[in-house]
């Protein structure tokens, strides 16, 4: 799995609208073949601050950088940020989706 983190500051008269604002790329890049999750968060302690988490399938980062929607979105979304966003993207061999975490076990 290619695992990326991205964090985005996103500018004061675009905070409340973001979500509506990427919601184009957000659906494109979901319905992505090689796309296994697309998920955005709103920082608590930073209301400017929204994070994506994304996993791809291991031999889907060329597609998704390459689509029409991406490059798109890297043309549009600079105008509703602050500064260049932050990213940890690394691969995580094998991997296909979340495991549960053994710590905080839930009974069903």
């Not at 799995?1 to 957000?26: H, P």
Request: glycine share 2%; charged share 35%.
């Amino acid at each position: 799995m290619i695992l990326i983190n991205v964090k985005f500051t996103v500018k004061d008269e675009y905070v409340e609208t973001f979500r509506q604002e990427v919601a184009e790329f957000t659906e494109a890049t979901r319905a992505e073949e090689g796309n296994l999750f697309f998920e955005w968060y709103r920082s608590t302690d930073e209301p400017n601050s929204y994070i994506l988490i994304e996993g791809f399938k291991d031999d889907a980062a060329e597609a998704h950088v390459n689509s029409d929607h991406f490059k798109k979105a890297c043309e549009d979304m600079p105008h509703l940020l602050v500064k260049t966003p932050d990213i940890i993207n690394t691969v995580i061999e094998g991997k296909t989706e979340w495991d549960k975490m053994a710590e905080f076990s839930v009974e069903d």
